[in-house]
């Protein structure tokens, strides 16, 4: 019974924050039928810094052209869909803020332009963080990010 109470309730979308990113409120999908999770990013490039040879990552998280982020510390992944297309993917860890909560994320960097939301939490960061997802709570942002 304890472990019930050691776990944070989520609904299928919440409002959330990368704050070390710069996104201060993005609606995000808590989807339990996805594996990983996912960050609306633009202009995603690997280059080399001319500062110092350095390989690193640059990309503007959920359309903030605000903040630029150049990062070192990544991976790059291949991801698989549910309709089997495969695609690279670049993983970072950052920090997520969800319910006035942090906890620490890897997640993916992905164009979601064409997605209802900009975030993505899949069932990784859901195992981890002993979260369980109740579908009432939060129903109006389904209406808020395009869902029917």
């Known amino acids: 019974m304890s472990e019930l109470n050691d ?17 201060e409120s993005a609606i995000a999908k808590v989807d339990t039928g996805a594996f990983s999770g996912a960050l609306h990013c633009s202009l995603i490039e690997e280059y080399i810094r001319e500062s110092d040879g350095k390989t690193v990552l640059r990309f503007i998280p959920s359309a ?23 695609e690279e993917r670049y993983l970072i860890s950052t920090e997520i803020i969800v319910k006035k909560k942090s906890y620490p994320i890897t997640i993916g960097l992905s164009n979601r332009s064409k997605m209802s939301t900009e ?12 979260v369980l997802v109740d579908t009432r709570i939060n129903q109006e942002l389904d209406e808020v990010s395009g869902g029917k």
């Open 119 to 130: 975030v993505l939490l899949g069932r990784r960061f859901l195992r981890e963080n002993n």
């Open 64 to 86: 903030n052209r605000k903040h630029i982020t150049e990062i070192d510390d990544y991976e790059t992944v291949t991801v698989r869909s549910s309709n089997g297309h495969e």
């Open 7 to 23: 776990r944070s309730i989520f609904g299928s979308f919440e409002y959330v924050s990368f704050p070390h990113l710069g996104v």
